[in-house]
């Protein structure tokens, strides 16, 4: 025997009653539970024009007090959320000579990809680790760091961190060292000569940690390995693609973010696909466009972009003469842990998606 329907001003305060006392019925919340993700990010991008004249300017306007002088890039889909993606957030950090951005440690992971400047460095536990343009250093989970410009010109790099993923879990601490810079307990780029040698690794070495114990990857060994391989046909959905690895495990660098650099070659279009993670890309060089459900991205060097969860996407170099890289951060290691990656591939339309708008910066909004 089914329930006579009650009156509708009956079933209202029905209604009334159980969200008083914070209850909700599942028939009110199945428009959540989603055919597939449908992320409130949105694609974004942000002009290395308009990146530059900001950061410069932050560097007259503001001092590095106890905070990093570090633009963090909001994603507009995202209510004024301290977030670039869903999981992660990108910044644009710029450290003027003789300055040192004061030590402390976090349990949100970093790294930074060096755009411009030689000789700055970021101090990781006691260590120095020396930067160029193009290098990528860690700054793992809880690892105390401090940044130093002993250089007569400035520094500017891409901060990448999990800072979002780590709000979510309710799992952030933050502490200041007791004084400005952690004291220097080995020599600068140790992890380097310990554990730069790709294929060898020091057996006296027994600490396996989560986090690769390499905490610079040089420019010079990343172009090698893109310039040996770029004859190769590659990743049809990413060009020349690869992936920066944890020297004793073959893994994923960080436990929560990936990190990767692609070579797409004068003229190559990859093919477009769609995975769960999401990703921010920094173009390192090179002038091309990236399709992110249907919206074209037009883009040159300096530019970073933000990719959703599930987006459709493809890449191409418009370039016939010049090479594209692409470095990017991406939070798969974390959907690969849990069992949630998931990747598919546009087979319609040969594998390329319609093109509905292009991408139109709302650039010097004042
Ligand atoms: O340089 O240590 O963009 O702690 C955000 C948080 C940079 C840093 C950021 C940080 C840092
Ligand atoms: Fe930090």
Known sequence: MTARPQAASVREAFHERMHANHMYGLWELASQMTPHPQPKMIAHMWRWSLLESIIKESAEAVPVGDERRALQLFNPGLGGRWATTNNLIAAVQILLPGEVARA???????IRFIMEGVGAYTAVDGERV????????LTPSWAWHDHGNETNERVIWMDGLDIPLIQSLEAMFFQFYKAPQVPETRPANTSKQLHGHAHLSPTWVKEKPQSSPLLLYSWDRTWEALSALRDHEGSPFDGIALEYRHPQTGGPLLPTMACWVQLLRPGECTMAHRH????????????GATVIDGQRFIWGKGNIIALPPWALHEHANTSSSEDAVLFSIQDTPVLEALGLYYEEVLTENGGHQDVTSTFTPEENRR
């Not at 020396?130 to 250093?137: E, Q, S």
């Not at 769960?276 to 002038?287: D, F, K, P």
């Open 276 to 287: 769960t993670g999401s990703a921010v890309y920094y173009v390192v060089q090179g002038e």
């Open 130 to 137: 020396y930067m160029a343009p193009g290098d990528l250093i």
């Open 104 to 110: 402390h440690r976090h349990t949100p992971t970093a």
